[in-house]
């Protein structure tokens, strides 16, 4: 128990004082911690995973944030870790929203926003020239624009240089999911052809992630405006993982 | 049940898991979708009995948790910055009348100037208030410190804030282990009262007390909340047994038992600070961390025991003491008192500035070269401040600081278009 | 209340709370509360308060009332204030039933909170009163009121009006009166006493948010006041119940006025007597002999401003205008003629003898 609460005029006293709460059962000698083993837990460090850093760009009322969700619910089914957040601006409808998702096999400890993606899905190509949306994309990033133009349409062929030219991709998910699900929110089709393009994830478990977040026909048309998606993204893209063995 | 959930819903379910019986809530960003998720389960039915009040402000939500404590009632509420400081005068009430309310502080900025994201300075600003102040570092600490504070505070009758960082937890999607129902029963008995507004036993709650006595009861409030010192980490153990996962407790020590340099902090960036520590020891640094979990009572013994072997202690906090300073390294400084440990303070993070884990590695490097000044404020812009101090000297009508930082930086457009 | 009587003749009792002959005449369920030695006497004897306390005296009748309504099933949230203060000088309490004070402005979110649990616990039996004087009620702890209101949590709140922060040192709240003196509206300069604005009416406030029961009282009619508590407990939900109380202090009476002066304020129309359900008005009670507001006025020494060293009778008009409009407002002097008629009846008959 504590001692020692007060000082007394005659100096420091030990005083036993009687507990005040009624006493917790004490547990086994055999699974006893003492307070300050409990207190300076070493903890092995877990080994540096080969984390999975991706950034979405997008403005707000586009499902930005919900398609970081929608990544890591999907990584959560493969039996992975994944932390997904927003990057906090007052999103209004048509500001520009950023959301971040961190895959890994072991747990995620870090909170910093992705500051070097692995990979970078624009989700409005508008943004394209007003938000530096390539800041930091590793050498080796992947990157996926929804538009319906091809992208050596864009405008961006200084990212050749950068970057490996066969993990740039355009799908037009918007146009997709205007034909299948009949509004044009593009984050369903675009996390298709994000698992088509790095690999990270398999198909189905996005499908199974957008089913439980939408539910009935909306999640199924959901589902299937991934999959065509999906099957847009050229066989030839350099992926982490090949397209058939993620598959099988 | 192990899901991939928002903080925010995960911790919904984890206080619902502990029947409260009153829930009374005025929502306040980013706190929003915890009352949201609770008022979901109970209006669902899922939670009963239990009586979702919605008040007309925080000073209400507080006070009508009061009312409901004092008669017996399981009573949960949730906040942040502005709020927390609307119902002041409630928190010192209901810690002062020993009621064992819990409630969820989603850390945020306090203004002025407004600012929706996190730092500390809100629940820094009631460490005086007789609440006991628990930290959590994850979602998943989030939903196991919400239950064992519910225990902690029923046993003490005293009232627990669980501080978890403003949309960095409150609105991540991360994987929890949410209990099953048997679990938390079996945990959590049904709350008996030591003071209850009873028709068959009547009793006088919130008299006044004049010089006579004040002292007295201010004395027991502070003798209360020190035996909380001992039924933390008895509670956390409890919860590790039952559990199987520790979290909670007092302080918590990583690669600390051997390191020359010591980081101290409290809540999410011990993960990032983590990280830091991991990459820098495979750089050969002896650098460890300790994350202060209990805040109040302020864990004095665990925290000089812990840091008592370094040569040099940075605390990195997220608020600030306008006036003198840091605020956790005020507290470190007399848990080292006597030792020859220099305690370094490094203020970040504030109003939701990202805490980068390159920023982190410079501070650390720094302190462990000893070069680190008494007080940093970690990625200050030096200029913008220059910028600002030389307006204020050149002209008494300088405007608003706000408003002309924000313009200098392009995010407020300048002059008519 | 006319117990029939065999001769024929028709006797009012206008103040039956006498304890000399109201009560005996009257069945058991009609007296007063006050008259039983089984009361509960809900707040004791021995509290602090000053002599000719119109709040004591309020709070007495109005929660011994609601015992008796409820049969001693009653749990009190009181706002800081005299009667917290009087009712509990460390170490002892005046109240016997179960009581809690927490802060100035939170009184009804307490009471609130209070009904929430034994909501919560299944309790549908012990009912909750919240109270607290008028700076309590209409200034700081007017969003928690109308919050409560809103909601329709089973709460009834009293107030207890004696129009001025009278604990703290009779500071001017929402509630004061144009003209009156009170230490932040001294009685100096041009326009001494208290400002004229349009006043701040908690009962119509109350009544706006058209909650089942609402009603204004003053210890000048403690039947009413007992009466209209009574109603209040038969019923669920929010009410609201605003008592006129002289403060001998702050309004600067003698302590023996106070039952007086309450009774004033009602004939003069100043404070209208009203009974109101679901925004409506549902009841008045008529002024039985008109005064002038200057009778009124001129027993406190909070409105002598108006009489020495110079007559205000502009001011004195002013209120007499306020008054004026209240009795046309709230139809507080209208007789119908059929009561008119039965009324001079009455007179000749009594006149009239044998």
Known sequence: MRHKIYASASGAQTVVIRPLYPQITPMPMAGFRSRLTLCTTQTQPPQAGPVFETRIHGRGGQGVVTSAELLSVAAFTEGRHAQAFPSFGSERTGAPVISFCRIDERTIRTREPIVEPDAVIIIDPTLLHQVDVFAGLKPDGYVLINSSRPFEQLHLSELNDRFRVERLCAVPATELAREHVGKPLPNAAMLGAFAALTGIVRLDSVAAAIRERFGGELGEANARAAQAAYQLVPPSSGKAASREAVNA | MLKQIEGSQAVAQAVALCRPEVICAYPISPQTHIVEGLSRIVKSGQLKPCEFVNVESEFAAMSVAIGASATGARAYTATASQGLLYMTEALYNASGLGLPIVMTVANRAIGAPINIWNDHSDSMSQRDSGWIQLYVESNQEAVDVHIQAFRIAEALSLPVMVCMDGFILTHAMERVEIPEPEQVDRFLPPFEPRQLLDPAAPVTIGAMVGPEAYTEVRYLAHYKQMQALDLIPEVASAFETSFGRPSGGLVRGYRSSDAETIVVALGSVMGTVEDVIDELRQAGLRIGAVAVKSFRPWPRDEVRSALQGARRVVVLEKALSIGIGGIVSQNVHGALEGLPVSVHTAIAGLGGRPIFKESLRTLFLKAHADALPGTTFVDLDEGLIDTELARMLADRRSGPHAENMLRELGTVRAGAV | ?354
């Open chain 3, 1 to 354: 209340m006319t117990p029939a009587d065999p001769t024929g003749t028709r006797l009012k009792f206008f103040q039956t709370g006498s304890f000399a002959a109201g009560n005996r005449l009257l069945d058991a369920e009609q007296r007063s509360v006050q008259a039983s030695p089984e009361r509960a006497n809900a707040i004791t004897c021995g509290h602090r308060a000053c002599q000719g306390c119109g709040e004591a005296l309020g709070a007495r009748y109005a929660l011994d009332a609601a015992m008796r309504a409820t049969g001693g099933d009653l749990i009190a949230a009181n706002a800081t204030g005299c009667l917290e203060v009087f009712s509990t000088p460390y170490p002892e309490s005046s109240w016997q039933l179960p009581w809690i004070h927490s802060l100035f402005g939170n009184a009804p979110a307490v009471a609130t909170g209070v009904a929430a649990a034994l909501r919560a616990k299944g309790n549908t039996h012990t009912r909750v009163v919240g109270q607290g004087g008028d700076g309590g009620t209409v200034d700081i702890g007017m969003a928690c009121l109308s919050g409560m209101f809103e909601r329709g949590d089973d709460v009834l709140y009293i107030c207890y009006d004696n129009e001025a922060y009278m604990n703290t040192g009779v500071q001017r709240s929402g509630a004061t009166p144009e003209a009156a003196r009170t230490s932040t509206t001294q009685a100096v300069g041009e326009e001494p006493g208290a400002p004229w604005g349009q006043g701040k009416n908690a009962a119509l406030i109350a009544l706006a948010h058209e909650i089942p029961y609402v009603a204004t009282a003053t210890i000048g009619d403690l039947r009413d006041l007992e009466r209209k508590v009574q109603s209040a407990m038969e019923i669920r939900g929010a009410r609201y119940i605003h008592l006129l109380v002289t403060c001998p202090l702050g309004w600067g009476s003698p302590s023996s006025d106070s039952i007086k002066l309450a009774r004033l304020a009602t004939e003069t129309g100043l404070f209208p007597v009203w009974e109101g359900e679901r925004g409506d008005i549902v009841s008045v009670s008529k002024i039985r002999r008109l005064q002038p507001v200057e009778e009124y006025l001129k027993l406190q020494t909070r409105f002598r401003h108006l009489f020495s060293p110079t007559r205000r009778d502009d001011v004195i008009a002013r209120i007499q205008a306020k008054a004026d409009r209240n009795i046309e407002r709230f139809g507080l002097l209208e007789v119908d003629s059929e009561e008119l008629e039965h009324s001079e009846e009455q007179e000749l008959r009594l006149e009239g003898g044998s």
